[in-house]
């Protein structure tokens, strides 16, 4: 047999253990017990929901691709395509700085744990971090004061997403297929995780920051679970939905993460169980999933979606329970803040909405 041959034979064994892992996985997922009747969760009554808008931020004069919390459940970040992230006062909505991006094309911004930093990126390929004014007021301080920044120069494709470890670290993905742990002051990689075939499109650490690993989601409808700190391949791949994974959010104890994907399904993936727990879609909702978030407490999941409208669903019996309908164009970015007691949704209509 050539070497043309044995490599023929070799890729072709290769495609046929993918295919043997889809269906036995896919047999799993058939055969598995919805989550509502899992032990005593059947007994558990479906979530009621009650919220409505407090707040509106408006000052930007693009769509917003973007929005992060700040740890203080006080501030947040957009990032918009007018060229300018904005610090917010999301209490009072003032405005508390506005920076001039050197591209406007940004689909991703981040606040740093301490909230002394802001991160933020796109189709420049780059990681821009910025280091945010004395908040009581030193030198140059002030809504137009600049801001000392780095510039990340690692991915060969657009920033998708990027989140802080701490104020020395971050991790980013991109469009190169890659996600990378990278050392702000250095600029050094110091991890390349390059397991996923498609553009990754969303990463997500725990919300308690003391674990090392983190989650991605890709074009290649597969997410991935990492350990930033071990230089290896993943540790676990989940597969389920049927298109692009857009976002993905761990549950408040860092044990399973939500998903949302063009599709139209949001699911749920439980680490412990290494398996799809639950999937929440409705039969009149055709339309892609921009963003999800999950409540504090891990009862509700909040989604945003193309058809303008952001949903709330019941974790538990994959029920839709509510609806934030206000925006006038695409639900691109939402979160929830780390206190737990509002929900903030972005629009292509240049608008913050701050529920609770």
């Not at 971050?170 to 498609?198: A, K, R």
Request: proline residues 3%; charged residues 20%; glycine residues 10%.
């Amino acid at each position: 047999m050539s070497l043309q041959e044995k490599i023929q034979q070799c890729n072709q064994d290769i495609e046929d253990l993918k295919n043997e892992i889809q269906g036995i996985a896919q047999e799993a997922d058939e055969n598995a017990q919805p989550l509502p009747q899992v032990g005593n969760a059947k007994k558990i009554g479906v979530a009621q929901f009650s919220s409505k808008v407090r707040k509106q931020l408006k000052g930007h004069f693009g769509k917003i691709y973007a929005m992060h919390w700040g740890s203080d459940s006080r501030h947040l970040v957009s990032a918009s395509q007018d060229g300018k992230l904005l610090i917010w006062n999301g209490m009072t909505t003032n405005k508390i700085q506005a920076i001039p991006l050197r591209s406007s094309w940004v689909m991703t911004c981040a606040y740093s744990p301490s909230g002394s930093l802001v991160a933020c990126g796109g189709l420049d390929n780059l990681c821009t971090v910025y280091q945010l004014p004395d908040k009581k007021g030193g030198a140059g301080a002030g809504y137009d004061a600049k801001c000392k920044s780095w510039e990340l120069a690692q991915h060969e494709g657009y920033l998708s997403c990027c989140r802080f470890v701490d104020d020395t670290h971050i991790i980013t993905s991109s469009g190169d297929s890659t996600c990378i742990y990278c050392d702000i002051n250095s600029n050094v990689p110091l991890s390349i995780f390059s397991d996923h075939t498609g553009d990754v499109m969303s990463v997500a650490l725990p919300s308690e920051g003391k674990s090392s690993y983190f989650v991605s989601g890709s074009c290649d409808a597969t997410c991935k679970l990492w350990d930033y700190k071990v230089k290896k391949s993943c540790v676990m791949t989940f597969r389920g939905h049927e298109s692009d994974i857009n976002s993905v959010s761990f549950f408040p104890d860092g044990q399973a993460f939500a998903t949302g994907s063009d599709d139209s399904s949001c699911r749920l993936f439980d680490l412990r169980t290494y398996r799809q727990a639950n999937v929440y879609k409705h039969e009149k909702i055709l339309c892609g999933i921009t963003s999800v978030a999950v409540s504090k407490g891990g009862r509700y999941l909040f989604s945003g979606y193309d058809d303008y409208n952001g949903y709330v669903w019941d974790t538990v019996h994959g029920s839709k329970i509510g609806d934030m309908a206000l925006h006038q164009n695409r639900v691109s970015c939402l979160g929830v803040s780390p206190d737990g007691q509002a929900v903030c949704l972005g629009s292509w209509d240049a608008v913050l909405s701050i529920w609770a």
